[in-house]
């Protein structure tokens, strides 16, 4: 059974460009959670969705970044206009169900933006 | 108030050695978790060990074990006969259920361990 992938697991960007990170659930989990862990800081919660819907994007900056889960295919976080503060660990989560404890994580996708 | 709170940024332990990480919490919510993730310098996060806030016992699993004292709000880590593989990150975590009913999930700002041959 394979875990949550993320891809690409690093991105190089340049200032103003567009970035897209993935993430697969595993399989039978339609439950995916964003964070973003800064250097040297712990990971923060950036957004919660449900198949087709955002739950909770409480964590999200307002602007430039959105998230989506669509119906088929993975879920995949934009960062539009992407600036140095952007450069950051992102890691994706999944679990089964909405009361479920334990999220499983991805490998994380490292961005770097130049 | 911060939610977790790992006080020692930086740990060193001899090898065979056992080493306790701290880990405090802050929450109203009578039912919750909390966990420990290790970030080794290769980036991923590996689960380690688990502690629903209604579990009688501390959670056990090979080598990690979690002192839990609901009173003190504390669930400290503690890694018996330290490896050299033991060096990372150490993330405490403690999830809550939201309004929404799912569960929200905060972590700490880490402690470093670093394993001595």
């Known amino acids: 059974n394979a875990g949550v992938m993320q891809n690409p697991r690093h991105l190089v960007r340049r200032r103003g460009q567009e970035a897209r990170l993935r993430c697969s659930p595993m399989?039978?989990?339609?439950?995916v959670y964003w964070y973003r862990q800064l250097p040297e800081e712990g990971l923060k919660f950036m957004v919660y969705?449900?198949?087709?819907?955002?739950?909770?994007e409480s964590g999200m900056p307002k602007e430039r970044f959105s998230a989506e889960f669509p119906k088929e295919g993975p879920s995949i976080l934009r960062i539009q206009q992407v600036v140095r503060g952007d450069s950051a660990a992102y890691f994706c989560a999944s679990s089964p169900r909405r009361t479920e404890e334990t999220q499983y994580f991805g490998p994380g996708t490292r961005l770097l933006v130049l | 108030a911060q939610k977790i709170t790992q006080t020692q940024p930086g740990m060193f332990v001899q090898e065979k050695e056992a080493v306790t990480l701290d880990c405090t919490y802050d929450t109203s919510d009578p039912s919750y978790g909390l966990f420990w993730y290790k970030q080794p310098s290769s980036g991923e996060m590996i689960f380690l060990i688990y502690?629903?806030?209604?579990?009688?016992q501390n959670a056990t699993e090979g080598r990690y074990s979690l002192n839990f004292q609901k009173a003190r709000k504390s669930a400290n880590l503690v890694i018996s006969a330290s490896q050299l593989g033991d060096s990372a990150m150490y993330f405490c975590?403690?999830?809550?259920?939201?309004?929404?009913?799912?569960?929200?999930?905060?972590f700490g700002t880490g402690t470093k361990l670093q394993v001595i041959p």
């Open positions: 502690q629903g806030s209604y579990d009688q």
């Open positions: 969705l449900q198949k087709e819907n955002i739950i909770d």
């Open positions: 975590a403690m999830r809550e259920v939201s309004r929404g009913g799912y569960q929200k999930v905060t």
């Open positions: 399989k039978g989990h339609s439950h």
